[in-house]
């Protein structure tokens, strides 16, 4: 009975109904307490530790597609490689909720704090399902339950003509990418007749040659999954919406969404293509299309451009916004080596520019609140009217550039050992040169916090929680810099995907 | 019976107006209309797969669609008004506080 099987699969998406009800008892909580708004952000981080809890608690499970009924394969999948980008996802959001409570800029919208944590709920619960996803339709929901809540909370502040701009640019650039998205998976749903993953694959894999109308539908779904992770030539949004949203959001959608969508990414190439594994690790793909090419020309474009285009930034966060497009062309480049040594590469490579960017943009976040600005000229001096935060922001960037005794190293040098594998001399060498490309803008943030003289004599103080936080976000970026054996182990294991 | 083909043809236009819609129109109010015009085309692929194939997997996509759609429009209606608000126009070319 369909019934049954619905019922049987409960136990399955534990986190994802914790996190719906969670979104319900926010929006209840701001309808019967509107005096107590200031309880919301608790309220929220207890319902993400309880989703936490319940899917720490799936990874001894035995994997399963969900909503499997009869003849129909589920809608989703519960695998380690879901279960790692979901413990990403809830951390991120988690340290996202503390930085919301410290923002000087979500405070002139105090009355609509509700709306806010409602709307991040629904992200974590969109993220969910699209790192599960094996269906289409799935899919397609998911990205737009993402996506849908990142265009209002990017115009959250209403009065703000920059995030209206940034609201009304991110979701007209959304809704043409999903739109193309969308007719590439109606062209390949006529062609395969199913929306499964897996039958998909069944019918791909006999494919001996590249077809044109395929080709062109995966293309045209690339496009979705291109805007998600914001590569280069669908980029044009991120400078713009990175630059215009509040901070918080500005970090939440460079780690967390773009994690989602490289986990999508990859599902999606992985199960649809998968014909079979050599002895080294790769995977041998169907011929019906080419993605190893497809995906070497995005990966060098999306870093050569966000690099260079970083190089002339005078607006920290557009700086950061477009050091957040090269980075993807990093992980991108790792992609492309189709194999297990370049899927390792980028979930190591997640946790490490998780930390390190989440890292920045709390400290941009929190110089905008001493002083209002994010323009790098304001920055001058600050290294020493805020010592802590000026070495903090020093650790981060070092780190975002890639070099030791932090994280970032061991995040480069995972992508180089999967490109020098394969081996792909060209694309490491162009990684090595952006690499250096990029030290020269972040060392122009350290430039300008120590070596420029302040403009005007001034003490800053930071609450205690905020230099905690801080610290929180630093320190690991050392420690895994020279300690990363649990973070390569933990990397190794949640590859496993289900089906293989 | 008409040919399935005719179906995906129209579909192939529309699509096509959508986009060419969204690079040279510049209200965002047309805009909108014009990715209206992108998601209804695949609207229709889906439907023709669906009857010629004999699988109702394309009509029960289609429902979800029609959804996004509806909740696109009113987000982004929501968008504009706050955008109005603040500049009094909604010609994309005016929108420019943020550049390069």
């Known amino acids: 009975m369909v019934i049954n099987t619905i019922f049987n699969s409960f136990h399955l998406i534990g986190p994802e109904i914790a996190v719906a009800l969670l979104l319900l008892a926010v929006v209840i909580f701001d309808l019967a307490f509107p005096k107590n708004k200031k309880f919301l952000p608790w309220l929220t981080i207890t319902g993400i530790i309880v989703a936490g809890f319940l899917t720490v608690k799936q990874y001894s499970l035995e994997s399963g597609f969900v909503f499997e009924s009869g003849n129909t394969q589920g809608l989703i999948v519960i695998d380690n490689f879901a279960f790692f980008f979901k413990l990403l996802i809830l951390g991120v959001s988690l340290l996202i909720i503390l930085f919301s409570v410290s923002s000087e800029e979500l405070k002139n919208c105090y009355d609509r704090a509700g709306e806010y944590y409602t709307l991040i709920t629904g992200m974590i619960l969109g993220m969910f399902f699209m790192v599960s996803t094996v269906d289409l339709i799935t899919l397609y929901i998911s990205i737009e339950l993402v996506s849908f809540s990142s265009y209002v909370l990017a115009g959250f502040i209403k009065k703000s003509k920059r995030s209206s701009e940034a609201g009304l640019k991110y979701i007209i650039y959304g809704a043409v990418a999903s739109g193309i998205m969308l007719f590439g998976i109606s062209l390949v749903f006529g062609y395969t007749g199913t929306t499964n993953f897996y039958q998909i694959n069944h019918i791909v894999v006999h494919s001996l040659s590249p077809d044109f109308l395929l080709s062109l539908a995966f293309i045209l779904i690339f496009v979705g999954f291109g805007y998600k992770i914001s590569a280069v030539p669908f980029h044009f949004w991120t400078p713009d919406v990175y630059e215009g949203a509040p901070t918080t959001i500005t970090a939440y959608l460079s780690v967390a969404s773009k994690a989602a969508g490289f986990a999508l990414l990859i599902r999606f190439v992985k199960i649809i293509f998968f014909t079979g594994i050599d002895e080294n690790g790769y995977w041998i793909l169907s011929k019906a299309f080419n993605w190893s090419y497809l995906l070497i020309i995005i990966s060098v474009l999306t870093m050569t451009v966000g690099n260079f285009a970083a190089l002339w930034q005078n607006n920290v966060k557009r700086m950061l916004a477009y050091s957040s497009i090269a980075h993807a062309g990093y992980m991108l480049a790792a992609l492309t080596m189709l194999s297990e040594q370049g899927l390792l590469a980028i979930v190591v490579y997640f946790v490490v520019y998780g930390l390190t960017n989440l890292g920045a943009f709390y400290i941009v976040l929190l110089i905008h609140n001493k002083t209002g600005s994010e323009e790098i000229d304001d920055y001058d001096g600050l290294g020493y009217q805020m010592p802590l935060m000026g070495v903090a922001m020093t650790i981060l960037l070092v780190s975002l550039t890639g070099l030791p005794p932090t994280a970032g190293f061991i995040g480069k040098l995972y992508v180089f050992i999967s490109i020098l594998d394969a081996p792909h001399y060209t694309l490491a060498v162009i990684v090595a040169l952006n690499s250096v490309v990029s030290l020269y803008y972040y060392v122009r943030i350290i430039k300008h916090l120590y070596l420029n003289n302040p403009k005007v004599e001034r003490e800053f103080t930071f609450p205690v929680t905020q230099t905690i936080l801080v610290l929180v976000l630093t320190i690991p970026v050392i420690i895994l810099g020279l300690y990363f054996g649990p973070l390569l182990e933990m990397g190794k294991v949640s590859l496993r995907m289900f089906g293989f | 019976m008409i040919p399935v083909e005719y179906y995906l043809v129209l579909s192939a236009f529309m699509f096509t107006t959508g986009v060419i819609g969204v690079l040279i129109r510049r209200n965002a109010i047309v805009l909108f209309m014009s990715i209206e015009l992108?998601?209804?085309?695949?609207?229709?692929?889906?439907?023709?797969?669906?009857?010629?194939?004999?699988?109702?997997?394309?009509?029960?996509?289609?429902?979800?669609?029609?959804?996004?759609?509806?909740?696109?429009?009113?987000?982004?209606?929501?968008?504009?008004?706050?955008?109005?608000?603040n500049k009094q126009t909604l010609n994309a070319d005016e929108v420019n506080v943020l550049k390069w």
């Open chain 2, 38 to 85: 992108m998601l209804n085309s695949a609207n229709l692929t889906f439907v023709t797969f669906a009857s010629f194939l004999g699988d109702s997997a394309g009509q029960v996509f289609i429902f979800f669609v029609m959804t996004v759609a509806a909740a696109e429009a009113a987000v982004g209606l929501a968008i504009m008004i706050a955008l109005f608000r």
